[in-house]
């Protein structure tokens, strides 16, 4: 049984950090392209960024520069460094497992319960 557990979420001011993880069982984590998304209440789930299988990121653009993603195979878990948060990241961050990096959500078979960010002004 997959299972992906998000984890890291919490109250933070503008500006300041915080690094999600997202400890997965039950998949081969090294052959497994990661993503991270995130979702506000009445808005679709929108793309954060990826890491494909072999480590290579990508980023949507508006947080490109702030947010790292990063992966430990022994642990079988992905990070994402969120640094100079903005309100406008306030949301429930989903992490996500499949066999492309991208950013569509069909993309990814599995997905975690989520973990929310609220960022104050």
């Known amino acids: 049984q997959v299972q992906l557990v998000e984890s890291g979420g919490g109250l933070v001011q503008t500006g300041g950090s915080l690094r999600l993880l997202c400890a997965t069982s039950?998949?081969?984590?090294?052959?497994?392209?990661m993503g991270w998304f995130r979702q506000v209440p009445g808005k679709e789930r929108e793309f954060v960024g990826s890491s494909s299988s072999s480590g290579g990121t990508f980023y949507a653009d508006s947080v490109s520069g702030r947010f790292t993603i990063s992966k430990d195979n022994v642990k079988k878990t992905v990070y994402l460094q969120m640094n100079r948060l903005r309100p406008e990241d306030t949301a429930v961050y989903f992490c996500?497992?499949?066999?492309?990096?991208?950013?569509?959500?069909?993309?990814?078979?599995?997905w975690g319960q989520g973990t929310q960010v609220t960022v104050s002004s």
């Open positions: 996500a497992a499949g066999l492309g990096a991208g950013s569509k959500r069909g993309l990814y078979r599995y």
């Open positions: 039950g998949l081969t984590f090294s052959t497994y392209a």
